[in-house]
């Protein structure tokens, strides 16, 4: 198979580049500067990037169903429609845990949206959990005890949540029923141990590969519906976060990064072209 090409679309230095997601509507894609509480567009046809300063530290986010946007950050769940302002606050989930932060997520295949905390001071600290806010915008937390909630994602018939801690250097993957919310016990999916990075963002096919990025160690792999990690791709920076499918085809790589003092090209937003894979459309929040 053909290595990838890897190209830098834009040199933003992100401080903590995050959470892409393709728009196929708008033939955009969204992304987040968490620590530099900023949202961007991308617009592949013309290589603008357009900031918009929110105010808030937005780990995650999902496109609407009835427009605008659900963003997860710190403070938990706020609305926004770009363009008409500053986000609005909808719900704090751990109003007892001021110091944490929401981090990883998206939407499962019925519009429910899922995101992770963490601890903002000291991650190693397992302060964590992960939260469904369903459609009716009630909160449930389906994980606890989470040092750095990542690797978010659903298989392609939405029977299949993975989640991983980063810490734990272990993809886990969970039976899930959308409709009732009953998430299974966990068991191992990956164990990331072995490899260099360790286990970040994530985004699977329309053949059920999972594809995760390693963050400090300069890679995305891709791991088969059963567990075995059949690719392996180096990028040109030591800390990818998320890869997001995108374009017309969805047969494009979107990453982004995290800004490393002294790295060239680090905190910029990247695609992967000839990946020789297929990505589905992203669910939208159905609230």
């Not at 708008?26 to 105010?55: K, Y």
């Not at 609407?64 to 606050?89: N, V, Y």
């Not at 959308?178 to 096919?205: H, K, M």
């Not at 002294?262 to 589905?280: H, I, K, Q, Y």
Request: with cysteine; hydrophobic share 40%; glycine share 14%.
């Amino acid at each position: 198979m053909v290595a990838p090409r890897v190209t830098c679309l834009v040199d933003a230095r992100a401080q903590v580049g995050e959470g892409p997601v393709w728009d196929p509507a708008e033939g955009v894609l969204w992304w987040t500067d968490i620590n530099g509480r900023d949202m961007h567009r991308f617009d592949p046809r013309t290589g603008r990037d357009e900031i918009f300063a929110v105010g808030v530290r937005v780990g995650c986010f999902a496109l609407r169903a009835s427009g605008g946007m659900i963003l997860a950050a710190e403070h938990g769940f706020w609305t926004w429609t770009p363009g008409d302002g500053k986000p609005t606050h909808l719900i704090d989930v751990e109003a007892d845990r001021p110091q944490n932060r929401m981090n990883d997520g998206g939407c499962d295949r019925a519009g429910n949206f899922f995101a992770s905390s963490m601890h903002l001071g000291d991650p190693r600290r397992p302060e964590g959990a992960c939260w469904r806010l369903t459609p009716d915008l009630r909160v449930e937390r389906v994980a606890g005890s989470v040092h750095i909630g990542n690797g978010i994602a659903f298989s392609p018939d939405g029977g299949t949540f993975y989640f991983a801690d980063t810490t734990a250097k272990t993809v886990l993957a969970h039976d899930y029923d959308a409709r009732s919310g009953r998430v299974g016990p966990a068991r191992i999916f990956a164990d990331t141990r072995a490899l260099a990075g360790l286990p970040d963002g994530a985004t699977v096919d329309d053949e059920g590969g999972y594809w995760l990025a390693g963050v400090t160690g300069g890679q995305l792999y891709r791991f088969t519906p059963d567990g075995r990690l059949d690719r392996t791709i180096d990028v040109p920076i030591s800390r990818p976060t998320r890869p997001m499918f995108g374009g017309p085809a969805r047969d494009r790589i979107f990453l982004t990064s995290i800004h490393v003092a002294g790295e060239p090209l680090s905190g910029g937003l990247f695609v992967l072209d000839d990946v020789g894979a297929r990505g589905l459309e992203e669910p939208r929040f159905a609230g």
